[in-house]
C-alpha cells in the first residue's frame, strides 16, 4: 500500500511538473494604439537602422482590387509621428520588406520597389503567374521571398526576375527569412522548409489564417492570425495563446517586431490603427 500510494504521488508530482511547464509563460503589454488613421493597414515592418515602422494600406472594402487607392504610410517606432499615406500609387499592398534603402511590398502580381530615401516608387517587378501576393521576406543576399495566397505557392525574386519556389500548398502566407533558414505559415501550421524543398512543422493547430511570423528570440516565434489571435510559439512547438481579438471584432494582421526590445506593432486592418504590445 505504502509503495503504491508513494508511486502515485511521485506520478502527480510528475504530471504537475508537465502542467506547470506548459503553463502560459509570456504576456502582451499594450504600450500604445493610434488613432484610426491608416486605410486597412495591413502589415507593419520595423526598420532598426532608422526606428522606423512602415505600414501598408490596402484601402478599400475589396482587400484584393485593383484600383490604385493603395500606399505605404510610415511612422516613428513610438508611434507620435505619423504620415499616414507617405508613397501612393499602390492598389492592394500587404508584405513588405526591406534591404539596402529600398522597400519592397507585395501588390497584388508584382513587387513594387520603393527607394526609402525619395519616398517614391522606384519600380514595380512583375511575378509571372502570380495571383495574390501576400508577405514579403528579403534575404541577405537581396533575394525576395513572397507568398501567393491565391495561387498556393511562394515565389522568390532575384535580380528582377521571378521563379516558382515552393508549391501545392494549402494557404501561405507569413514568410520569414531568417540567415539561412526559411520559416513559412501555411493554413494554420508554420514550417521550416529545408535545403531540398521539404518541409519541417514548427508548430500547428493555429487558426486557418496565420499571418504574420517573427523571430522573438533564440528559436521562439510570434504569429499572428488573421481573424484576431496572436501566438507566442516556443522553440519545442508548443504554443501560448496571447490575444485573443475575436470577440471584439478587430484582426490582428501581418505583424512587426523590434527584436532589441521584443515590442510587437499589430496592424488591426478594419479598425485602421496600429497597436504597440511588448512581449513580457
Given amino acids: 500500500m505504502k509503495k ?5 504521488l511521485i506520478l502527480f508530482a510528475l504530471l504537475c511538473g508537465v502542467s506547470f511547464a506548459n503553463a502560459q509563460q509570456h504576456q502582451l503589454v499594450k504600450l500604445w494604439q493610434t488613432d484610426s488613421v ?3 493597414p495591413e502589415s507593419v515592418l520595423f526598420d532598426s537602422k532608422t526606428n522606423t515602422l512602415y505600414v501598408s494600406n490596402i484601402d478599400g472594402t475589396d482587400p484584393w482590387a485593383n484600383d490604385g487607392k493603395g ?3 510610415k511612422m516613428s517606432a513610438d508611434g507620435k509621428s505619423i504620415t499616414a499615406e507617405w508613397v501612393k500609387g499602390l492598389s492592394a499592398p500587404k508584405g513588405i520588406g526591406i534591404h539596402n534603402g529600398k522597400l519592397y511590398v507585395a501588390d497584388l502580381t508584382d513587387i513594387v520597389v520603393i527607394d526609402i530615401a525619395g519616398g517614391k516608387i522606384d519600380k514595380k517587378i512583375p511575378v509571372t503567374d502570380a495571383q495574390g501576393l501576400n508577405d514579403v521576406s528579403v534575404g541577405s543576399d537581396g533575394t525576395v ?12 525574386v532575384k535580380d528582377g526576375k521571378s521563379e516558382l519556389y515552393l508549391d501545392n500548398l494549402k494557404g501561405p502566407n507569413g514568410v520569414l527569412m531568417r540567415g539561412k533558414d526559411f520559416y513559412i505559415l501555411d493554413n494554420g501550421t508554420a514550417y521550416k522548409v529545408n535545403a531540398d524543398k521539404s518541409l519541417t512543422m514548427v508548430a500547428d493547430g493555429m487558426e486557418g489564417g496565420t499571418d504574420g511570423i517573427e523571430n522573438v528570440q533564440g528559436n521562439d516565434f510570434i504569429v499572428s492570425c488573421w481573424g484576431g489571435v496572436i501566438y507566442y510559439v516556443n522553440a519545442n512547438g508548443t504554443k501560448e495563446m496571447l490575444k485573443d481579438t475575436r470577440q471584439d471584432k478587430w484582426n490582428s494582421a501581418d505583424l512587426g517586431l523590434d527584436p532589441k526590445t521584443k515590442t510587437i506593432f499589430v496592424p488591426t486592418f478594419w479598425k ?3 497597436i504597440a504590445y511588448q512581449v513580457k
Fill in 4 to 8: 503504491t500510494l508513494l508511486s502515485f
Fill in 38 to 40: 491608416f486605410k486597412v
Fill in 71 to 73: 500606399s505605404v504610410g
Fill in 145 to 156: 521571398y513572397v507568398s501567393d495566397s491565391k495561387a498556393k505557392k511562394i515565389y522568390k
Fill in 272 to 274: 485602421n490603427s496600429v
